[in-house]
């Protein structure tokens, strides 16, 4: 007699030459929610990178149709999850923009709320025709706090407020044309192996030396870190916002 078979792993990691690569998703219809789970295996495959002998890429995709579909409604409720230094989205976004190695997102399919951040956080976006971002956090009454300095980083402050503001669908198209996307195709995945080519003379002290100095460069306002959870923390104590969460929830788990 046999047990049921295994679960399929939420990430799997990959070691090619000279980058790791990680693929998100079990199945195709797989939401890639950006929960405490998944926060913590994107920070280990960023010390595996980071530790990875010749590694000069972290490329980040999907197994599923969907890239990434941001926060669990039902994480997003309990405030633990955006307060600890380790499953906390933020420093998961610190970490892509400026860890040692290039961080490379490809997207064929949709990033949603803090998706969208999870893609602009990285250094180099590839972008398929099926590609799009959207940030819905507006429709249940929240403030995407954590998302949207990254956001307006890679596009700017009116166009990151715009999409929140909205909530509007870009594709891929306008997604190359905002900044959103570095190189767009006909599928993402293509498009690799000529945007690595360039990076095989990078060596990672000098990366992280760069980044570094990017950051000191064009600093955020003192105190970001901090302000971001309480923002959203704030909204998510409105009991408008807790009934549109609870009208939301069964029909969509994800924002």
Known sequence: MTGAPAAAPRVRIVERPGYLEVRIGRRADDPNALDEQLVRLLHGAVDRAEAMPGCRALVLNSASATFCSGLPLDTAADERWFTRRETSPWYLFERLTGCAVVTVAVLDGPAVGGGVALASACDLVLAGGRAGWRCTEALLGLVPAMALPFVARRIGEHRACLMALTTMEIDAA???????????????ATLL????????????????????????????????????????????????TRRLMDLARPAREDV
């Open 174 to 188: 306008r997604g190359a044309e905002w900044g959103l996307a570095d190189l767009v195709g006909a599928d993402g």
């Open 193 to 240: 192996p000529s945007a690595l080519r360039p990076l095989r003379g990078c060596r990672p002290e000098a990366v992280r030396a760069l980044k570094a100095y990017r950051r000191e460069a064009f600093p955020w306002p003192p105190g970001l870190a901090d302000r971001a959870p309480a923002v959203l923390a704030g909204r998510l104590a409105s009991p408008e």
